[in-house]
């Protein structure tokens, strides 16, 4: 059972490039979100998703993109990478069955130069 | 709209002493509520959640968090700290379904244990 897997553990972008960050879950959760960490800030939301084919915005959404065509998978795309992107990026799962508890990839730590 | 506040961004604490890292929410309606840890470098682990169920809720490593309704509280202890408890502590609030099944997470809190 691997949980949530998120690749790659570290990136470094230049400025404009765009790329995926993959996140996959084999607990049949319904929920998937992506946030990302930033030093005093907590996580915070950038976008979430309530089952296959239905995403949304949390907080922090502008500058990435999501979709969801499995249960399974949960992408989380860089349209354009900003030095504003660095960032500790965490994929999470859960199902209302557990009470929303969130079980957390190992995270993406994501450099912008 | 539900949010989370941690008092404190450090917390220092001496080996043995009691831990007492603290947690209020804003919610209209009744929440779940979580305490994750966060190791240097790693990702989050859940400590204990709370369901509606019991209001003191047990977690791993001796922690435990009272839910008090009346002072919109979560507070999380441990009665004796240990080395090993150093690391950064986050309180998060959901709801049932829909949008409100994602955690709203506070800021956190770093805990540091002296010798």
């Known amino acids: 059972n691997a949980g949530v897997t998120q690749t790659p553990k570290f990136q470094v972008l230049k400025t404009g490039q765009s790329m995926t960050l993959q996140c996959a879950q084999d607990?049949?959760?319904?929920?998937m979100s992506w946030y990302r960490q930033d030093p005093g800030m907590g996580l915070r939301l950038i976008h979430y998703s309530v089952g296959a084919g239905i995403t949304d915005q949390g907080e922090v959404p502008n500058g990435y993109n999501v979709s969801r065509s499995t249960t399974e998978d949960f992408p989380l795309r860089l349209l354009s990478a900003a030095p504003s992107q660095t960032s500790v990026y965490f994929c999470?799962?859960?199902?209302?069955?557990?009470?929303?508890?969130?079980?957390f990839g190992q995270g993406t730590r994501l450099t912008v130069v | 709209a539900q949010s989370v506040t941690q008092l404190g961004s450090h917390v220092s604490v001496s080996e043995g002493a009691l831990v007492l890292l603290r947690c209020n929410y804003s919610?209209?309606?009744?929440?779940?509520l979580f305490w994750y840890v966060q190791y240097p470098n790693q990702g989050l682990q859940l400590l204990l959640k709370y369901t509606s169920a019991a209001t003191l809720v047990k977690g791993i490593n001796g922690f435990e968090a009272e839910f008090k309704k009346s002072e919109t509280s979560f507070h999380l202890t441990k009665p004796s700290a240990h080395m090993s408890d150093a690391a950064e502590y986050f309180c998060a609030v959901s709801h049932y379904g829909g949008s409100q099944g994602n955690l709203i997470f506070g800021k956190g809190t770093k805990l540091s244990v002296k010798p």
């Open positions: 999470a799962s859960s199902t209302v069955v557990r009470a929303n508890e969130a079980f």
């Open positions: 919610s209209s309606v009744p929440p779940y």
């Open positions: 607990m049949n959760h319904e929920y």
